[in-house]
Every structure is written in structure tokens, then in C-alpha cells.
């Protein structure tokens, strides 16, 4: 993946928002005003006109926290609490993770956020390890970690054909929900997450490039369907994957 995916979603600030931002771009972050716009509004008084900047490199991005007074956590919403702080009128301070969430300080319940997909990180063939020079080794194809959500979402998807070894419908994004609501790592997992995890997924990792002129829902199926279809067609997904997902009958309600 080239450049990062920053998603705002909505009731952090006016409507949810999503920048794509290629290498060497930027985008401007915090309440804004006519003589201060900002890409990423948060409504919120007490976060500055100019909060932050969010740069994009070749494979990282890199934090600018702009305000005199608040420092800003950067998650790892998938290390196990893993974080860093960044301190005020720090600029440019590399994140690592692949995917961040931003929270801000405010004086609401629910924290002010927004999370950043970041440049893949790209693994070495593993049979190619200790082989040969750097030059001569070979790098995979598609760069997943199977232990992060997004892969969880793309098992889920895929498990009717990888249980019934038949043609089957695509599981809908409620019904993705559903199926991860008691994993551990999902507890919190919305449909709008899953959307964002499906994009992510079809537009950076696997680089799925969809026709135009099909409307929004069909768009949507569209992508679900060629996510699914790649991940089996290439063995990105298989059945030992299935054990990464809950138990059939413990996702039943009622049971």
C-alpha cells in the first residue's frame, strides 16, 4: 500500500469522513473555522482551531500535534493496550502501527478519535529466509497479519464457502457483526468498522479495482463478492482459519 486511509467517524465531528492520502500529502485536523479550515472537523470546544497534521511518507505516517497544552494517544487497537503519547507542539512524530486510533482529550464520555490505516507492512517469503541476498529474495503478494481485525473480517466473510465448499451468499456487514460479536478483540466491532475494515481490505491489501458506474449498494456487494473471491481463489483465507473465529454455536443467540 502506497500513502494511508484517515477515517472520521461520525459523532466525532459534523458527518463521518474518509481521506485517502497519498505519499508526501497532509491533512489538517481540529474544530477549524472559516479562516482555519481543516479536513478533519472535530466539533468540540475544547480542541484548537488547529489541533494537528497528519503527513503520509512512502511507509509510514507521521503525527504533528500542534496545540500548546494537550498531549494525544495514538492506539494500537490491536496490540493488547499498546500506545504512544504524543507531546504538545511535537511535529512529526512517526507512528508505526498499521492501524491507529487518535484520541484527543475532551470533556465528553466517549473521547474524541479518529483512526489512520497505514502503509502495509511488507513481509520476506518465509522459505526465502536465510537464502540468497536481499536482492534475490521474494516479497508475498498480499501482506496480511492474521492477527489483526481486518483478517478476522475477511474470514468471517468467507466461512460459508469454506464450511459448505459450495457456492454461497456473502455474509452482509450486520451479519459480520453478528458473527464476531464474541471474539475478544470485537467486542466493540460496529458495522461501520466492518466497512471500514472492507475497504481497507479491497482497496490496500488486496487491490481490488471495481468498475465504475455501479451505484452505491451494488458497489458495496460488488466489493464484498471480489474480496471473498480473491482471498479463496489465492488461499489467502483457508479452513484452519476458521479457528480463528468463535464457535459456530456459541455465536447463536440463545445458546
Known amino acids: 500500500m502506497s500513502g494511508i486511509l484517515v477515517h472520521l467517524p461520525a459523532g466525532n ?8 492520502l497519498g505519499p508526501g500529502e497532509r491533512a489538517r485536523f481540529g474544530r477549524g473555522s472559516a ?9 468540540d ?4 482551531r488547529l489541533a494537528g497534521e497528519i503527513h503520509a511518507t512512502d511507509d509510514h505516517w507521521q503525527l504533528s500535534n500542534l ?16 500506545y504512544l503519547r504524543v507531546p504538545p507542539r511535537r511535529i512529526g512524530a512517526p507512528i508505526p502501527f498499521e492501524f491507529s486510533r487518535v484520541v484527543l482529550p475532551s470533556r465528553r464520555e466517549t473521547p474524541l478519535s479518529f483512526q489512520v490505516f497505514a502503509p502495509d507492512h511488507v513481509y520476506l517469503d518465509a522459505h526465502a529466509l536465510g537464502r540468497g541476498s536481499w536482492e ?3 516479497m508475498t503478494a498480499y501482506s496480511l497479519d492474521e492477527t489483526a481485525t481486518y483478517f478476522l473480517v475477511l474470514v ?21 457483526v ?26 490496500e491489501k488486496l487491490r481490488i ?12 456487494n460488488g466489493k464484498r463478492e471480489a474480496v471473498v473471491g480473491l482471498a479463496l481463489k489465492f488461499g489467502i483465507v483457508r479452513e484452519e482459519h476458521l479457528a480463528l473465529l468463535p464457535r459456530p454455536e456459541a455465536a447463536e443467540p440463545g445458546r
Request: charged share 30%; hydrophobic share 30%; net charge negative.
Open 67 to 82: 496545540s500548546d497544552t494537550h498531549a494525544y494517544l495514538v492506539e494500537n487497537p490491536e496490540g493488547a493496550g499498546e
Open 35 to 43: 479562516r482555519t479550515p481543516v479536513e478533519l472537523r472535530l466539533g
Open 209 to 220: 479495482d471495481l468498475p465504475d458506474g455501479a451505484g452505491r449498494a451494488d458497489r458495496r
Open 45 to 48: 470546544e475544547t480542541v484548537s
Open 13 to 20: 465531528g459534523d458527518d463521518a469522513v474518509t481521506l485517502r
Open 156 to 176: 468471517a466473510l468467507c466461512e460459508p464457502w469454506l464450511r459448505d465448499r459450495s457456492p454461497a451468499a456473502v455474509p452482509t456487514t450486520p451479519q459480520v
Open 178 to 203: 453478528e458473527r464476531l460479536r464474541l471474539h475478544p478483540a470485537c467486542t466493540r466491532l460496529t458495522a461501520r468498522a466492518v466497512s471500514s475494515h472492507l475497504d481497507y481490505l479491497a482497496d
Open 136 to 138: 534475490s529474495r521474494t
